[in-house]
């Protein structure tokens, strides 16, 4: 099995990127910017003022691509670690409330059925947002 990474550590590479990457290519879209809009510049010619606009408007569009990549992917890590949150809840409950310390005995009393029900619906909901074209479950 491949080694897994957990939210925090994904969380903290992100943050790392935002660093390294983002704030980095921001400072430098901010620097440009100045340049770009400074009446005072002294351009060899329209070529080479026509050249860094160019360079600038790349530039800029690439910082907004990254700004937006690590901001969804924060929004992913706290998704993902939501479900987890979520799902863990679930299976505690299977275990306490419904399980004979982890074995799941052939007869459930009707207790045991309805809540197994809500952990199958919880598990829906959580999913339906995937599009995953599951049916609902029936109660």
Not at 13 to 39: C, G, R, W, Y
Not at 114 to 125: A, N, R
Request: hydrophobic share 40%; no cysteine; aromatic share 12%.
């Amino acid at each position: 099995m491949e080694e897994l990474v957990n939210n925090y550590e994904f969380a903290k590479i992100l943050d790392e990127f935002e660093q390294k990457e983002v704030h980095f290519l921001s400072t430098k879209v901010d620097e440009a910017f100045v340049i770009m809009n400074d009446p005072n510049y002294k351009w060899k010619d329209d070529e080479q003022k026509l050249a860094a606009k160019a360079r600038y408007d790349a530039m800029e569009h690439r910082y907004k691509f990254l700004r937006e990549f690590h901001t969804k992917g924060m929004k992913l890590v706290k998704q993902h670690e939501g479900m987890i949150d979520r799902l863990s809840g679930l299976y505690q409950m299977w275990y306490n409330q419904i399980s004979n310390n982890g074995r799941q005995e052939a007869e459930l009393m009707s207790e045991q059925a309805k809540i197994l029900g809500e952990i199958f619906e919880q598990i829906y909901f959580i999913l339906e947002p995937l599009k995953l074209n599951f049916k609902p479950p029936i109660k």
